[in-house]
């Protein structure tokens, strides 16, 4: 997979794309730690490219667990692995209220998303089911600007 994102670099999309084949592999994940965390949704790092150029990180969700309500500040593109995932997509209120629900889509094992780092390209991703979730998640920015430059989180 790794590889296949690597040629694709350049555009979200193309990188979603990338990664779709293998997102139900079960062998994809083989030997890496995916224990959930009971608190919230664990990011377990997979890979990271020398140049700093991308990250990859496999996100575990137990039933309940959700992201903030969020954009991106660098690309994004995501591999639906295991269980199932709520995706819902925000409008910002135009006269500079919070993001309003707009969109929701049920995401399945081996279905892609992807967005380009944009402020109101907002999403929240959730595991409204009854079994655990894994996620494959591309970022445009390594693993040390996660926590910092990654998101733009919104009050719901």
């Known amino acids: 997979m790794v ?9 979200p ?4 794309a990338a990664m779709a084949p293998f997102a139900t592999d079960p062998g994809l994940l083989a030997g890496i730690d995916l224990t ?3 608190a919230r949704y664990r990011r377990v790092p997979l890979h990271e490219d020398a140049g700093a150029r991308f990250a990859i990180a496999a996100l575990v969700w137990q039933p309940g667990q959700m992201s903030p309500v969020h954009a991106h500040e660098a690309w994004c593109a995501v591999a639906f692995h295991r269980g199932l995932l709520t995706e ?3 409008d910002l209120c135009a006269e500079g209220g919070g993001p309003v629900p707009c969109e929701c ?3 399945r094992a081996g279905e892609t998303s992807h ?3 944009d402020p109101c390209a907002i999403h929240r991703l959730a595991n409204l089911g009854t079994g655990i979730a894994v996620s494959i998640h591309a970022y445009g920015l390594p693993f040390a600007r ?3 430059s990654l998101n733009r989180v919104y009050a719901a």
Do not use: I, Q, T
């Open 105 to 107: 889509r049920l995401r």
């Open 36 to 38: 959930p965390d009971a």
């Open 88 to 90: 819902s997509f925000f």
């Open 13 to 16: 999309a193309a990188v979603a």
């Open 146 to 148: 996660f926590n910092c």
């Open 115 to 117: 967005a380009a780092p």
């Open 3 to 11: 590889a296949a994102v690597e040629a694709a670099l350049g555009s």
